[in-house]
């Protein structure tokens, strides 16, 4: 076994060639890393090739860490907000390393505010990186799947996305608006299953239960977060490998980790 509990003989992403964005920090790094530890050879994708003075993390040191463990690794430096930038992701992963079968949409601009005060700079960046984005690649990546006969596509959502009962309503209303572009996304990932359903591409979303406090999460919100409301970050990884190698009729879905997972283990075998 490994440090997180994997069999070092379990190797069932051999031979899959994977994108995972937002892979410097947090879930992004940690589903790189269980990636590579099952055998996948990965695209790392985020802007910060070195760490920063604000939050732990870098492109590097996920790098250093997948190599370290005799994994094998493309490191891409790129700017998601940017359409030109991102759209290297794709024909780079190939040319490094000769294909792609399974794409994680993990980056997010998690900008947080009251919708009242939710500037157009805002709207345009949390557009850009938590629906753009995901649907570029989602496009890129789908005729290479098709040509390849099957594929993966998980793109990581949040409870945020849903109505906030009520009323009375909580007052935490700053999360609206970063909800709104992962309900987008949600809406959107069904849409692409349905396209591709034919194709044997599945395409789903996940999302956390709880909170998982990444690094990023631990700067942003960690003082608001209540009692019971943090995951292990061991849950979502093992949510989105669940979904990477998913058999074709699960697909066009949004599913819950922990509820995901609690499903799986109760699942006949065989």
């Not at 040319?95 to 709207?123: C, F, H, M, Q």
């Not at 007052?171 to 396209?195: C, H, P, Q, W």
């Not at 066009?252 to 006949?268: K, T, W």
Request: net charge negative; glycine share 8%; with cysteine.
């Amino acid at each position: 076994m490994n440090d997180n509990g994997r069999s070092r003989d379990d190797r069932r992403f051999a031979r899959r060639r994977a994108i995972v964005t937002g892979a410097s920090r947090g879930i992004g790094a940690a589903v790189a890393v269980a990636l590579a530890e099952l055998g996948a050879d990965v695209a790392i994708v985020a802007r910060s090739v070195e760490e920063t003075p604000k939050i732990p993390g870098s492109l590097t040191a996920t790098a250093t860490t997948i190599e370290d463990a005799g994994g094998r690794c493309a490191l891409l430096a790129v700017d998601l907000t940017d359409p030109e930038d991102r759209a290297r992701i794709v024909p780079e992963t190939v040319a490094a390393l000769g294909g792609v079968d399974t794409l994680i949409n993990n980056a997010a601009a998690a900008l947080y505010a009251p919708p009242s005060e939710y500037s157009v700079k805002r709207r345009r960046i949390s557009m850009e990186v938590n629906f753009h984005a995901p649907l570029d690649l989602m496009q890129a990546v789908i005729p290479i799947m098709r040509a390849q006969g099957e594929g993966w596509i998980v793109n990581l959502s949040s409870a945020a996305a849903r109505p906030t009962p009520g009323p009375p309503y909580d007052l935490r209303v700053e999360i609206g608006m970063y909800g709104a572009s992962k309900a987008a996304l949600n809406r959107a990932t069904n849409a692409f299953a349905v396209d591709v359903f034919a194709d044997r591409i599945r395409v789903n979303t996940v999302e956390p239960r709880s909170a998982v406090l990444s690094e990023g999460a631990a700067a942003l919100v960690s003082d608001q977060l209540r009692d019971g409301e943090i995951e292990p970050m061991e849950t979502m990884v093992d949510a989105v490998l669940a979904l990477c190698d998913c058999p074709v009729d699960r697909t066009g879905r949004n599913f819950v980790s922990l509820d995901l997972l609690a499903d799986l283990d109760a699942a006949p075998s065989g």
